[in-house]
């Protein structure tokens, strides 16, 4: 009897599953979502949530264009996870497989995403409320939402997706603990707080903090090739600085953690090495450097998540994209003539864009 061996578009199914459970950020923010096919590096005009004005009536209409005020954003973020497969694996059933490589792949992406979105926010905050560790009740929180009240961002759709360590010294307090026993179902989930000065309230692991003793610099500029695994430091701040192994800083939304320890010279380090490849070019672009837990507030218009589909490729029969919510996901299914073996390729491209920075605001420390 021969087996029954799974198709792309069972396994592609299963990761979409998997991958919208995984997701924090990317279900909180504004996605624009369309079944064309795009290249990486391809740019795409975005329609932004619309805005009118009440205008005073004096005998006649003016006609407000809902389509007016777009965004262009570039699908420069391609992510990618390619396993080795076997035979025998494939004809597993589909819980099985989903345990042994779709959740694991599809984890690793959500964590991408979010970092991603995350990254994009801190750098583009325009409100910051400098945390406090001795607080009694949710204050930094408070603090926020009165920069957010004299901006006039709506009360609706507000979010606070907070690191660890500001959700546990939140939650200890009297106020936050009135809220958890409050006998919402809704507030008891695993990421989701509560309701808290008109923010909603979420945990993600995957906001950036530093290692316990971070290097002494407190500002730098970047330069480096894409592709590369180094990067120059200019304008170290002070002089002397030192970065360690496990700092981290934000370039054009994308995070980097510098892994190993060196001092600068004069202001500069000649080259230091970073855990991936660089996503571009940079000559002396300023970094936001990563020193303490960061948290982020924001209206759901501030930020958008773009998502397009991969063409499926040339001679490749086994393939399949899946795509829901704003979401789309290509699994591919070949054989690597180079290392002979069967493999599978699970990918997703997207781009991320702040639409509005007064609807942006970060905690730190």
Known sequence: MPNNFLTPQIIANEALMVLQA?????NLVHK?????????????????????IAKNFTGETSNQDATEGSVLVKMDRF???????????LTLNIKDFSTQIVTPAMQAIAQAIDEDLIAVGLEHAKHIVKGNARATKPEDIGNMAKLFDVAKVPL?????????????RYVMSDNMSKVSESGSEKALRD?????????????DQNCPDAPVATGTATAYKVTAKKGEETVKLTDVDAATGTVKKGDSFIV?????????E??????????????????????????????????LAFHRNGIALVTRNLSLPMGASKAYIASANGLGVRVVIDYDT??????ISFDIIYGIKELDEEMIGKIKG
Request: no cysteine; glycine share 4%; hydrophobic share 35%.
């Open 22 to 26: 995984n997701l924090v950020m990317a």
């Open 32 to 52: 624009d979502y369309s079944k064309e096919f795009v290249k990486v590096g391809d740019t795409i005009t975005v329609r932004k949530p619309a805005k009118f």
């Open 79 to 89: 992510r990618d996870i390619t396993v080795p497969v076997t035979s025998k694996e």
């Open 156 to 168: 609706a759709n507000r979010r606070v997706v907070m690191h660890p360590t500001h959700k546990y």
């Open 191 to 203: 990421a989701e707080i509560g309701k808290v000065y008109s923010f909603d309230t979420y945990m």
């Open 252 to 260: 054009e939304g994308y995070k980097y953690t510098i892994v190993e």
């Open 262 to 295: 060196a001092t600068a010279v004069g202001g500069t380090i000649e080259t230091v090495k970073i855990d991936q490849p660089l996503h571009a070019d940079f000559t002396e672009v300023d970094a936001l450097l990563i020193k303490e837990p960061n948290s």
């Open 338 to 343: 180079k290392h002979k073996q069967d493999t």
